[in-house]
C-alpha cells in the first residue's frame, strides 16, 4: 500500500512573485511620471500614493520569496507491504519493528510557521542500525535532533499535518488488517 501524507505547511504562496512584479510596475511607473510628466500637485500625490503601494506590495513579495520556508513543507510517501515500510529513502523490515507509534507533539518553527500541535507518526526500529537507507538519503539531522533520535530513525517518522488525519487512518487500518502483529500506540489528541 503507498499512502501519501501531506506537509503540515504548505509551499509559499504562488502569489508571491506576481506581486513583486506588479508591486515594481506601481512603484517605477508613477515615479516615471513624476519625474517626467508636469503634473499638478494632487496628481503627483495620487502618483507618490500609487508609488507607495507599489513599494509595499512589491516588499510583501520580496520576503515571501526570500525568506526561507518551514522545513515541513513536502509530503511523505509512505510504502507498506509484506516485507516492511519505506518513507523517505529508509526502509525497516516488520521483524525489525518495535513499535508504530503516533503522538500528538508540539511542532514549532522553524518547522512549521506556527507552533502547533500535529499527529507525527514513527515506525520505531528495535535498532536503529537494522534501518537501511539509500546513498542518496540526506538525513535531516535538525529533526532527528528536535525528537532526540537518530538521523535514520527520524527518515521514519512524519510529521503529518491536520488536512492527513484521513490518510493516517488508512495507515493505521492497514497495519491492522495486514500486520496485526505490530504493536501500535495512538495518542489522543491534546485537549486545552
Known amino acids: 500500500m503507498d499512502v501519501r501524507l501531506p506537509p503540515p505547511t504548505r509551499e509559499r504562496p504562488?502569489?508571491?512573485?506576481?506581486?513583486?512584479?506588479?508591486?515594481?510596475?506601481?512603484?517605477?511607473?508613477?515615479?516615471?511620471?513624476?519625474?517626467?510628466?508636469?503634473?499638478?500637485?494632487?496628481?503627483?500625490?495620487?502618483a507618490m500614493m500609487l508609488a507607495l503601494t507599489g513599494l509595499v506590495i512589491a516588499g510583501w513579495g520580496g520576503w515571501q520569496v526570500g525568506r526561507p520556508g518551514p522545513r515541513l513543507r513536502r509530503p511523505t510517501d509512505v510504502h507498506l507491504d509484506g516485507v516492511g515500510v519505506t518513507a523517505r529513502g529508509a526502509a525497516l523490515t516488520w521483524p525489525d519493528v518495535a513499535l508504530v507509534e503516533v503522538r500528538w507533539w508540539q511542532i514549532v518553527p522553524p518547522y512549521?510557521?506556527?507552533?502547533?500541535?500535529l499527529p507525527v507518526l514513527r515506525f520505531v526500529a528495535r535498532d536503529d542500525g537494522d534501518i537501511t537507507t539509500d546513498a542518496h538519503l540526506r538525513p535531516d539531522d535538525g529533526l532527528a535532533h528536535a525528537f532526540g533520535i537518530t538521523?535514520?530513525?527520524?527518515?521514519?517518522?512524519?510529521?503529518?499535518?491536520?488536512?492527513?488525519?484521513?490518510?493516517?487512518?488508512?495507515?493505521?487500518?492497514?497495519?491492522?488488517?495486514?500486520?496485526?502483529?505490530?504493536?501500535?500506540?495512538?495518542g489522543a489528541p491534546p485537549t486545552f
Open 14 to 46: 504562488r502569489s508571491a512573485p506576481v506581486a513583486v512584479v506588479v508591486g515594481l510596475v506601481l512603484l517605477v511607473a508613477p515615479l516615471a511620471a513624476v519625474g517626467t510628466q508636469g503634473l499638478e500637485f494632487f496628481d503627483r500625490l495620487d
Open 112 to 117: 512549521v510557521e506556527e507552533a502547533q500541535h
Open 151 to 186: 538521523p535514520a530513525a527520524a527518515a521514519l517518522t512524519v510529521v503529518v499535518g491536520l488536512d492527513g488525519l484521513e490518510p493516517l487512518e488508512e495507515v493505521l487500518g492497514w497495519l491492522g488488517e495486514h500486520r496485526a502483529d505490530v504493536p501500535v500506540e495512538v
